[in-house]
């Protein structure tokens, strides 16, 4: 069962999407570097005037997306997302283990 909150299911926040009339390829680049840097640019320039950044960027980390510009990061961003995630995670559930508190104060 998805989470109460899991956007998998629910895609109608596409239909607010500030990318929806673009071209696929302008949210896919081609690599990291070169002329694939101005195309990055260009479409984070987009999300940042989407009104539905946060639940674009919620949907891809729920679902792995690993290609692509999502809720105006990239692929290394989101896999540093990713990580920070799962240590935060094994943070907290060290913390219920040993009744320290999760975050270090
Ligand atoms: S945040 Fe960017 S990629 Fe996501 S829907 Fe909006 S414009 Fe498209």
Do not use: Y
Request: aromatic share 6%.
């Amino acid at each position: 069962m998805a989470h109460p909150h899991s956007l998998r299911d629910d895609e109608r926040w596409r239909e607010s999407a500030a990318c929806r009339n673009f071209a696929a390829e302008r949210f896919f680049p081609q690599g990291a570097s070169g002329l694939a840097v101005e195309v990055i640019q260009a479409a984070k320039a987009v999300c940042r005037s989407c009104p539905v950044s946060g639940p674009c960027l919620q949907f891809a980390m729920e679902t792995d997306q690993e290609a692509g510009i999502w809720g105006g990061t990239e692929e290394d961003e989101r896999r540093r997302l990713r990580r920070a995630g799962r240590a935060a995670g094994r943070a907290a559930r060290a913390g219920r283990a040993t009744g320290a508190p999760a975050v270090p104060r």
